[in-house]
């Protein structure tokens, strides 16, 4: 038998991060991120911190921040959109910047994409003899510094003592608003500066290319930048113990239809608000998040009209707060695209914990996120923060920067995660099949965090299969499926609780349909890939002549592991023996699959056949294995088998007569290979 040396061979990952210290699976992680976790943290020499992130039209992920390499450095990590780290990129994947002598102090702290795939940075950088300077990278697609912008790719600014860039976004026209602060006359001003395409200020901007302002003459700082529909550029942040939004004009003056000043001040009534993270609706709300200290502090987001007005449409007040632990601050916000607000930033419990939460549009707890009802937080590692968020895609998968701390050394490593598919993951399907794969014929159940008596509807290509009930223990069986056609074939189940639809989960099987009645088929993701070619696949077929008690190899797969794991590989075959002349005694054929693991046989099992004189058809072959497998493992599958007894009459007796019109002979058998865990 011959099995095809290239197969397509990608497997979904079912996994859930349970989250130590809160008591509940981390579900609203999207599983088929960062190898099965739903995130993937990143250590460089002696730790690292993410601050900002961006997204290529590719859906690739940078993640910008600072480096301990002994010195402080900038650092870019790119990744693809599974989380894997992309190696094409700098060296290995990542790239480090120092500005200065071996004493300098490099940070990034924004990071954005041009439209031509260009990466700009925005920090600050400083050694012992000077104040702090804004320092601006631009970096080709391959992470090289792009020596056209600036001096060899990088430019600074020096205003006033003393001055940091927080954050960046790139005008349509391409060019580069920097926001941050700058200590002006002893005083701490807002800051925003526009730079050209190469590198250097935009003199018809503001005053040549530079606009501080002290806010009514108090203080000011920028922690977070974005652009209206109209071109103006919105800056958010701090001022004298307040939260404060500005809006400028394109050209760099103060937009004074914005709250008759164009700036708002709030402190909500409170002792000390401010604001890290701004974003705007389709409406053209303003939405900001951060932080207000009460008696400790509390997230806060708040919603502003286009006018500057507090918009009590939101929550009532305009605003919505919540103490959580010792305290609670909101890093990063996105809007998705029904209007909700997805946000996250740090609580402060024994340890710091990563922290979520979804708002309607109305300002309430969206109860579908999660298990905790609008509210989740995770401990990685020995602690963990989100600075930064963003939605990859349109259907509401957020991705979050950040860092988390080694339990064992202390150190912090980069922080990169993802929500699924619909931010809220009540439901799982655990399996499609039993162990006995020897069809396209799936069995489909899983398991869902609803209680007793909630509707899990099982769709198949956009059909639907089953409506099944949970059990008290949220399990689910949807039952065995019909036959799944040649391609990819996509399931996806449904949790329904009051006629309301909570969540979906969704896997793809790829069904390969080479081999006749039957196939092989596995688990799909695209972290699963065989080696080239991979679009290549031989048919089935026995030797044409067995020798009685010689074994006889009728074929070998190989391939390479690219997602460690526990593999089940089972084969199913039913040759026929028809065209035996037999001499008198049954035939007995003893079939053996041998599994190799780096040139070492790990597992073997055997079934026997026996036909009659009459020359009846073999009883179905069965073969199976489990193996632990590593990345990168060397995988050989060979099927053998031996006539035991019986002697079949000289010439060119086969073991399978049956031929397609492709010419190949082929037997009714199957191959699968499947990732239990």
Same mark, same amino acid.
């Given at each position: 038998? &011959?099995?095809?040396?290239?197969?397509?061979?990608?497997?979904?990952?079912?996994?859930?991060?349970?989250?130590?210290?809160?008591?509940?699976?981390?579900?609203?992680?999207?599983?088929?991120?960062?190898?099965?976790?739903?995130?993937?943290?990143?250590?460089?020499?002696? %730790?690292?911190?993410?601050?900002?992130?961006?997204?290529?039209?590719?859906? &690739?992920?940078?993640?910008?921040?600072?480096?301990? /390499?002994?010195?402080?450095?900038?650092?870019?990590?790119?990744?693809?959109?599974?989380?894997?780290?992309?190696?094409?990129?700098?060296?290995?994947?990542?790239?480090?910047?120092?500005?200065?002598?071996?004493?300098?102090?490099?940070?990034?702290?924004?990071?954005?994409?041009?439209?031509?795939?260009?990466?700009?940075?925005?920090?600050?950088?400083?050694?012992?003899?000077?104040?702090?300077?804004?320092?601006?990278?631009?970096?080709?697609?391959?992470?090289?510094?792009?020596?056209?912008?600036?001096?060899? %790719?990088?430019?600074?600014?020096?205003?006033?003592?003393?001055?940091?860039?927080?954050?960046?976004?790139?005008?349509?026209?391409?060019?580069?608003?920097?926001?941050?602060? !700058?200590?002006?006359?002893?005083?701490?001003?807002?800051?925003?500066?526009?730079?050209?395409?190469?590198?250097?200020?935009?003199?018809?901007?503001?005053?040549?290319?530079?606009?501080?302002?002290?806010?009514?003459?108090?203080?000011?700082?920028?922690? !977070?930048?974005?652009?209206?529909?109209?071109?103006?550029?919105?800056?958010?942040?701090?001022?004298?113990?307040?939260?404060?939004?500005?809006?400028?004009?394109? /050209?760099?003056?103060?937009?004074?239809?914005?709250?008759?000043?164009?700036?708002?001040?709030?402190?909500?009534?409170?002792?000390?608000?401010?604001?890290?993270?701004?974003?705007?609706?389709?409406?053209?709300?303003?939405?900001?998040?951060?932080?207000?200290?009460?008696?400790?502090?509390?997230?806060?987001?708040?919603? =502003?009209?286009?006018?500057?007005?507090?918009?009590?449409?939101?929550?009532?007040?305009?605003?919505?707060?919540?103490?959580?632990?010792?305290?609670?601050?909101?890093?990063?916000?996105?809007?998705?695209? +029904?209007?909700?607000?997805?946000?996250?930033?740090?609580?402060?419990?024994?340890?710091?914990?990563?922290?979520?939460?979804?708002?309607?549009?109305?300002?309430?707890?969206?109860?579908?996120?999660?298990?905790?009802?609008?509210?989740?937080?995770?401990?990685?590692?020995?602690?963990?923060?989100?600075?930064?968020?963003?939605?990859?895609?349109?259907? %509401?998968?957020?991705?979050?920067?950040?860092?988390?701390?080694?339990?064992?050394?202390?150190?912090?490593?980069?922080?990169?995660?993802?929500?699924?598919? +619909?931010?809220?993951?009540?439901?799982?399907?655990?399996?499609?099949?039993?162990?006995?794969?020897?069809?396209?014929?799936?069995?489909?159940?899983?398991?869902?965090?609803?209680?007793?008596?909630?509707?899990?509807?099982?769709?198949?290509?956009?059909?639907?299969?089953?409506?099944?009930?949970?059990?008290?223990?949220?399990?689910?069986?949807?039952?065995?499926?019909?036959?799944?056609?040649?391609?990819?074939?996509?399931?996806?189940?449904?949790?329904?609780?009051?006629?309301?639809?909570?969540?979906?989960?969704?896997?793809?099987?790829?069904?390969?349909?080479?081999?006749?009645?039957?196939?092989? =088929?596995?688990?799909?993701? !695209?972290?699963?890939?065989?080696?080239?070619?991979?679009?290549?696949?031989?048919?089935?077929?026995? @030797?044409?002549?067995?020798?009685?008690?010689?074994?006889?190899?009728?074929?070998?797969?190989?391939?390479?592991?690219?997602?460690?794991? &526990?593999?089940?590989?089972?084969?199913?075959?039913?040759?026929?023996?028809?065209?035996?002349?037999?001499?008198?005694?049954?035939?007995?054929?003893?079939?053996?699959?041998?599994?190799?693991?780096?040139?070492?046989?790990?597992?073997?099992?055997?079934?026997?056949?026996?036909?009659?004189?009459?020359?009846?058809?073999?009883?179905?072959?069965?073969?199976?294995?489990?193996?632990?497998?590593?990345?990168?493992?060397?995988?050989?599958?060979?099927?053998?088998?031996?006539?035991?007894?019986?002697?079949?009459?000289?010439?060119?007796?086969?073991?399978?007569?049956?031929?397609? @019109?492709?010419?190949?002979? &082929?037997?009714?058998? /199957?191959?699968?290979?499947?990732?239990?865990?």
């Amino acid at each position: 038998m &011959k099995i095809g040396t290239s197969m397509l061979l990608r497997f979904l990952v079912l996994t859930s991060l349970i989250a130590s210290g809160t008591g509940y699976a981390a579900q609203f992680l999207d599983s088929t991120f960062g190898q099965g976790i739903g995130y993937v943290t990143t250590s460089n020499s002696l %730790g690292c911190i993410f601050s900002a992130m961006a997204f290529q039209s590719d859906g &690739k992920i940078i993640a910008a921040g600072q480096t301990q /390499s002994p010195n402080t450095q900038g650092i870019l990590v790119r990744y693809n959109p599974d989380g894997s780290i992309d190696t094409t990129f700098g060296t290995n994947g990542i790239v480090t910047l120092q500005n200065g002598d071996q004493l300098s102090t490099t940070y990034f702290n924004g990071v954005a994409v041009q439209s031509d795939g260009q990466i700009v940075t925005v920090g600050d950088f400083f050694d012992p003899n000077t104040a702090s300077n804004i320092l601006v990278c631009r970096f080709n697609t391959n992470g090289t510094l792009d020596t056209t912008f600036g001096s060899g %790719g990088i430019a600074t600014l020096f205003v006033g003592s003393g001055c940091s860039g927080n954050a960046i976004v790139i005008q349509p026209n391409q060019e580069i608003v920097i926001a941050g602060n !700058a200590v002006v006359s002893g005083t701490p001003n807002v800051l925003l500066a526009l730079l050209d395409s190469s590198g250097a200020l935009d003199t018809g901007f503001a005053s040549a290319g530079i606009f501080t302002n002290d806010v009514g003459g108090a203080s000011g700082d920028f922690f !977070a930048v974005t652009l209206d529909s109209f071109g103006n550029i919105l800056g958010a942040g701090l001022s004298n113990g307040s939260l404060l939004i500005m809006r400028c004009t394109s /050209s760099g003056s103060l937009d004074t239809s914005f709250n008759s000043t164009g700036f708002v001040t709030d402190s909500l009534g409170n002792i000390f608000t401010s604001v890290n993270a701004i974003a705007l609706d389709a409406s053209g709300n303003i939405v900001v998040g951060g932080s207000t200290v009460v008696v400790a502090s509390q997230y806060l987001v708040a919603r =502003y009209t286009s006018s500057g007005a507090r918009d009590i449409s939101f929550n009532s007040t305009g605003f919505v707060t919540q103490q959580l632990g010792g305290g609670a601050n909101i890093e990063g916000i996105a809007i998705q695209s +029904n209007g909700d607000i997805m946000a996250a930033g740090i609580i402060n419990y024994v340890i710091n914990e990563s922290f979520f939460v979804r708002l309607t549009t109305s300002g309430s707890l969206d109860t579908s996120f999660g298990p905790n009802g609008g509210l989740n937080s995770l401990i990685i590692g020995n602690g963990s923060q989100i600075n930064a968020i963003g939605l990859q895609s349109s259907d %509401g998968r957020m991705v979050a920067v950040g860092q988390e701390t080694s339990q064992l050394s202390n150190l912090q490593s980069g922080l990169v995660l993802r929500t699924n598919l +619909n931010n809220s993951d009540f439901i799982s399907i655990t399996s499609i099949t039993t162990d006995s794969i020897n069809t396209k014929i799936p069995t489909i159940s899983g398991t869902s965090s609803a209680g007793a008596g909630a509707q899990v509807a099982v769709s198949i290509n956009g059909s639907l299969f089953n409506t099944v009930t949970t059990d008290s223990l949220g399990n689910w069986n949807a039952g065995t499926s019909p036959v799944l056609t040649p391609g990819n074939n996509r399931i996806q189940a449904d949790l329904i609780v009051g006629s309301v639809l909570l969540v979906s989960e969704e896997i793809d099987i790829d069904v390969i349909d080479n081999l006749g009645e039957d196939a092989v =088929y596995a688990y799909s993701n !695209a972290t699963q890939n065989i080696t080239a070619p991979a679009d290549t696949f031989q048919a089935v077929s026995f @030797s044409s002549a067995p020798i009685l008690n010689t074994w006889t190899f009728d074929g070998t797969s190989t391939f390479t592991c690219h997602q460690a794991g &526990k593999y089940l590989i089972h084969y199913t075959g039913q040759p026929s023996l028809s065209t035996f002349v037999l001499t008198g005694s049954p035939i007995v054929v003893t079939e053996s699959m041998i599994v190799s693991v780096n040139g070492t046989e790990v597992t073997a099992s055997q079934a026997n056949t026996t036909v009659d004189t009459a020359g009846t058809a073999a009883r179905a072959l069965t073969n199976k294995a489990v193996v632990n497998l590593n990345v990168n493992d060397q995988v050989t599958i060979s099927v053998a088998y031996i006539v035991v007894s019986g002697t079949p009459v000289s010439g060119t007796p086969a073991l399978v007569a049956n031929s397609n @019109s492709d010419g190949v002979t &082929k037997s009714s058998a /199957s191959l699968a290979i499947v990732r239990l865990q």
